[in-house]
């Protein structure tokens, strides 16, 4: 069982800049590919990106294109999702996701889910 837990969220300006980190229980990310979620209040939970197992390759919501990065960092057994250009519509709590199956932009399509990391960007 893959365990995942995300860290870094808080509260930030906007135009600031955040760092989540995705922690995993065993050297999951090059067996899977890692994805990042996010879920505002009243809201559905949303896509916002994705790196396969290699890291070679990397997709994004384009509601984020050009300010967020996703990586994965082997040695540290994590996977990062750089944050910049922040804006209050990017609040929401934040979850890191492994193993797709299917339409990665879909939340079912994911196997393991961490507890989530709080965004809030002020305005």
């Known amino acids: 069982q893959v365990q995942l837990v995300e860290s870094g969220g808080g509260l930030v300006q906007a135009g600031g800049s955040l760092r989540l980190s995705c922690a995993a229980s065993?050297?999951?990310?090059?067996?899977?590919?890692m994805g990042w979620f996010r879920q505002a209040p009243g809201k559905e939970r949303e896509f916002v990106a994705a790196?396969?197992?290699?890291?070679?390759?990397?997709f994004y919501a384009d509601s984020v294109k050009g300010r967020f990065t996703i990586s994965t960092d082997n040695a540290e057994n994590s996977v990062s999702l750089q944050m910049n250009s922040l804006k209050p519509e990017d609040t929401a709590i934040y979850y890191c996701?492994?193993?797709?199956?299917?339409?990665?932009?879909?939340?079912?399509?994911?196997?393991?889910w961490g507890q989530g990391t709080q965004v809030t960007v002020s305005s």
């Open positions: 790196i396969t197992s290699s890291g070679s390759s990397t």
């Open positions: 065993e050297r999951t990310f090059s067996n899977y590919p």
């Open positions: 996701a492994a193993d797709p199956e299917g339409d990665y932009t879909t939340d079912v399509a994911w196997a393991y």
